[in-house]
């Protein structure tokens, strides 16, 4: 760890501060209220939706409903658009 925090700042001397603090536990559980409330709108317009880590497995029909709901999310909590992609498909199933 000792090594990974001197090689973060000294590419980003900036976030020295940000190390000791609990920084990444409270960022670790807005994202995960992020995800519960975005779990939830889907839930409410009948889109099954499977959380793995920070990111979702939804149908591919509703891809772009889903992104729309997760962009709108994370903007009301956080008040910053966050950037959502889509990372590949599995193969449709017949």
Do not use: N
Not at 72 to 87: D, Y
């Amino acid at each position: 760890m000792a090594r990974t925090k001197a090689a973060i700042v000294k590419r980003h001397p900036a976030l020295r501060g940000c190390f000791g603090i609990g920084l990444g536990y409270g960022l670790m559980h807005r994202e995960s209220v992020i995800l519960v409330h975005v779990l939830e709108e889907m839930r409410a317009r009948d889109i099954v939706g499977l959380s793995l880590h920070d990111g979702l497995l939804v149908p591919r029909s509703r891809v772009d409903e889903s992104r729309t709901i997760m962009e709108a999310v994370a903007r009301g909590i956080t008040g910053q658009a966050l950037p959502v992609t889509m990372k590949g498909s599995l193969p449709a199933v017949a």
